[in-house]
T-cell receptor, first 114, second 117 residues
Framework: DSGVTQTPKHLITATGQRVTLRCSPR?????VYWYQQSLDQGLQFLIQ???????AKGNILERFSAQQFPDLHSELNLSSLELGDSALYFC?????????????FGPGTRLTVL | AQTVTQSQPEMSVQEAETVTLSCTYD???????LFWYKQPPSRQMILVIR??????QNATENRFSVNFQKAAKSFSLKISDSQLGDAAMYFC??????????????FGRGTQLTVWP
């Protein structure tokens, strides 16, 4: 158990819908990262937040957005869902945003878009 | 962008034997971090081992060790005394130490390891 929690574990929804994935980092960690794992694209970095502020952006679609709240939990919002958005979404956390920080991953949320 | 290549989609090993998983990467940076993560059937991503590029000594964690060849941009993982619980997908990952890409991990496509009893 990494100490990072993600809810829900599984999510099944229809095309065009909007969903919210939630992540709670390890106690004391200020950085949260979101990754998408799909068969086509492999594991891809989406976005990073550090202490409530967006720190880095990767291959995140405009239909996707994220935020980190004052209690440091983070939410990833996916809207206008398409079949191709079906994937495993991971949240990871680290102590800070320093070069030495190791990222610890949560169990993931499996999203299925029908 | 940095690229990470794992050329072995699948590998297998007999229990108690040793296996080596390969990883190469492409970067123009001199300082960076490399990681091996393990993803068992539960899908949880578990950190196996970490290597700092500025350290010449290869990292070891119990039965897991790496062979880091900086000039060749190679980072292989050796698993000694393989156990059934080692069966998983293994991902090699790169992390920069500066600039706008500081926080992100770049992953290879993974190597599926099967352990036979």
């Amino acid at each position: 158990d990494s100490g990072v929690t993600q809810t829900p574990k599984h999510l099944i929804t229809a095309t065009g819908q909007r969903v919210t994935l939630r992540c709670s980092p390890r106690s004391g960690d200020l950085s949260v990262y979101w990754y998408q794992q799909s068969l086509d694209q492999g594991l891809q970095f989406l976005i990073q937040y550090y202490n409530g502020e967006e720190r880095a952006k990767g291959n995140i679609l405009e239909r996707f957005s994220a935020q980190q709240f004052p209690d440091l939990h983070s939410e990833l919002n996916l809207s206008s869902l398409e079949l191709g958005d079906s994937a495993l979404y991971f949240c990871a956390s680290s102590v800070g945003a320093d070069r030495t920080d190791t990222q610890y991953f949560g169990p993931g949320t499996r999203l299925t878009v029908l | 962008a940095q690229t990470v290549t794992q050329s072995q989609p699948e590998m297998s090993v007999q229990e108690a034997e040793t296996v080596t998983l390969s990883c190469t990467y492409d970067t123009s940076e001199s300082d960076y971090y490399l990681f091996w993560y393990k993803q068992p059937p539960s899908r949880q991503m578990i950190l196996v081992i970490r290597q700092e590029a500025y350290k010449q000594q290869n990292a070891t964690e119990n039965r897991f060790s790496v062979n880091f060849q900086k000039a060749a941009k190679s980072f292989s993982l050796k698993i000694s005394d393989s156990q059934l619980g080692d069966a998983a997908m293994y991902f090699c990952a790169y992390r920069s130490t500066r600039g706008s890409t500081l926080g992100r991990l770049y992953f290879g496509r993974g190597t599926q390891l099967t352990v036979w009893p």
